[in-house]
């Protein structure tokens, strides 16, 4: 690899060229080195763009491979792993993954042509990813940036993480992952138990903030001596992985000859390489890349227009364009929502027994779309990325999908009220308090007027928490807070929030996991003419006692009022003296 180059471009002052960012040989053997913030931006100085152009001098149809000298133009190449009897290490089961013709599905959407699946999530540690991960360490250590001893830092939504840590378990590397709170619990439990350390990042922080993963990886680095961020936005091992290996099992698979390929998108490193080299074997092969709504890496811009500012589809999806996309392979982008993935994902498993995750629904179900346009003999291959080990708490749970409206549960769809709106039920006006009011007020507050949970919000409404019986009991009890103390240090804020719209039936399955929900409503506030904010606003607490009030009402009514028969009667009762409960304490 070439020197470090110094440049100033994108007003970040310093431009390292495409492949690992390493703290610089200075910083070799040192320890402790402070991370410095770049004060205009708040990211760490010489903060390195993972959407910087690439110098990368690799032309795909004409850099030619040396296959003696293992190379091609500046990059090593990857030959393919012999199928061993016993393999060296788990590392040679990376690659060689089957291809499996979906039947069912196919069958169903009425497709003309042989529906296939690259199952990736046959690779070692359950994904795509795994691929890159090896070829970057090899990399590397080829080059001499990474040496026995070294740390592995990477930004990641946990895939290619879980891929670093399995080859830095085998190989003896220290890894440390960094990646957004919405990668799901099983994603964080493998790392942990690959021996990766982990540091979580805020999924609502863009790319370039101070603490997007991208940024708080690049500030470990400063901070770790003899550490590397192999850099999986811009290395160029990451879409060659797919250029070398995935794509050439792909031609081989279909015996030379594809017609169209369907792959999700995320640093793009598969869309790119798979797509360079099916376009220079297959040249008339359409290459479909696929892009979560809520996503921007989609051609032509207006495709990404859209009311969506979250999904939960993992694995896919930027809010910028990595330097490793290469978009001018892809002929066709589709976006994919969350419910079709989903459904999708369930179909594949249920119909077709592929244990996949829930992107790889998405992806099927853009290639069953674009796969009309095929006749017979021809063949389209959608690429499933990683496995449903991934999701057992997420996607595979009905509960899950239920709450995210994408399936009704059987139960529910026998209940009258489960459709009902929460707008339906007799809410009383929430009872706030403001950050500054004490544990011991709060809970005067609690007593006097009867309520278990009070919503914390600042004097301009911005909601901070609640404060809750169970949140004071657990701060005050253990200490972690005095009766003095402002009651903002002791809310509890993974509550979930509803709006008036919000069915019964989604209610009640919140209900069986949380004691209240919040019930808000999005208020429009002009500041200026031109200036306007989003706020939300509360507009009640519903527990238990709402919705059974409501639904006992209502069946009190609909059955005619004969219930209280007893009125009259006199019996001898147990009386009770008193109830104890937490807040007596
Ligand atoms: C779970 C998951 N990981 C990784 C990828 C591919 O990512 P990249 O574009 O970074 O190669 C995908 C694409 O579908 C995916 O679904």
């Keep these: 690899m070439s020197p470090v180059p110094q440049e100033d471009v994108n007003g970040f002052g310093y431009v390292p060229p495409v492949g690992p960012i390493t703290s610089g040989p200075k910083q070799r053997k040192k320890s402790g080195v402070a991370a410095k913030k770049d004060e205009s931006h708040g990211c760490p100085m010489r903060f390195v763009r993972p959407d910087l152009s690439s110098r990368c001098t690799w032309i795909a149809n004409h850099t030619k491979p040396d296959l003696i000298a293992g190379t091609q133009g500046p990059h090593s190449i990857d030959l393919r792993k012999e199928k061993a009897g016993i393999m060296p290490t788990v590392l040679h089961a990376i690659g060689n993954t089957p291809m499996v013709r979906i039947n069912n599905i196919s069958k169903s959407a009425g497709l003309k042509c042989e529906l296939l699946a690259k199952c990736e999530f046959f690779n070692a540690g359950g994904s795509v990813k795994d691929r890159i991960a090896l070829r970057m360490v090899e990399d590397a250590e080829k080059s001499g940036q990474l040496k026995p001893g070294d740390a592995i830092i990477e930004p990641t939504s946990g895939n290619t993480g879980i891929g670093l840590a399995l080859a830095a378990a085998v190989k003896g590397y220290r890894c440390i992952i960094v990646l957004p709170e919405k990668m799901s619990s099983e994603k964080v439990a493998t790392l942990r138990a690959l021996g990766a350390e982990i540091v979580r990042t805020p999924t609502s922080a863009s790319w370039d903030s101070p603490e997007s993963h991208i940024s708080v ?27 070398d290996t995935t794509a050439e099992e792909i031609l081989e698979q279909c015996g030379g000859k594809v017609d169209m390929v369907v792959m999700g998108a995320g640093t793009g490193g598969t869309v790119s390489g798979i797509g360079r080299k099916i376009k220079e074997k297959c040249p008339n092969c359409i290459v479909v890349g696929v892009d979560p709504l809520g996503s921007i890496l989609a051609e032509p811009e207006n495709l990404n227009r859209s009311d969506v500012t979250y999904y939960d589809v993992e694995g896919t999806g930027y ?9 001018s392979v892809v002929d066709k982008w589709i976006k994919s929502g969350d419910k079709e993935s989903f459904i999708m994902a369930r179909r594949l498993i249920r119909e077709e027994g592929l244990l996949c995750g829930g992107s790889s629904g998405g992806t099927m179900a853009s290639a069953v779309k674009a796969a009309e346009l095929l006749g017979p003999g021809q063949k389209c291959v959608a690429l499933l990325a990683d496995g449903v080990r991934n999701y057992m708490t997420k996607f595979l749970d009905d509960q899950w999908l239920a709450d995210r409206d994408i399936i009704k549960l059987e139960d529910e769809a026998t209940t009258w009220w489960a459709d009902e ?14 950050p500054k009011v004490t ?17 914390v919000v600042t004097g301009k409404g911005q909601i901070l928490g609640v404060a809750t019986l169970g949140s004071l009991k657990t701060k005050l009890l253990k200490g972690k807070v005095s009766a003095t103390d402002p009651v903002e240090t002791a809310t509890y804020n993974t509550f979930k929030k509803l709006s008036l719209d919000t069915t019964l039936g989604k209610l009640n399955r919140i209900l069986d996991t ?10 429009r506030l002009y500041s200026s003419e031109h200036e306007v904010e989003e706020r939300e606003v ?7 006692i709402d919705l059974l009030q409501y639904i006992t009402r209502a069946e ?7 219930s209280d028969s007893s009125e009259h009667e006199l019996e001898e009762r147990e009386v009770t003296v008193g109830i104890v409960t937490d807040i007596d304490l």
């Design 217 to 243: 990886a690049q500030r470990l680095l400063a901070e770790i001596p003899n550490s590397i961020i192999l850099d999986q936005y811009r290395n160029p091992g990451n879409p060659l992985a797919h250029y």
């Design 439 to 455: 544990v011991e007020q709060a809970i005067d507050i609690m007593v006097k007027e009867g309520f278990d949970q009070l919503p």
């Design 556 to 562: 009190c009514g609909k059955l005619g009022s004969d």
């Design 421 to 434: 709106k929460v707008s339906s039920l007799e809410l009383s006006a929430p009872l706030n308090i403001l």
């Design 514 to 523: 949380d004691h209240f929900a919040l019930v808000v409503h999005r208020q």
């Design 319 to 327: 809010d910028f364009i990595p330097t490793v996309l290469d978009r």
């Design 538 to 544: 509360i507009v009640g607490i519903v527990t238990d």
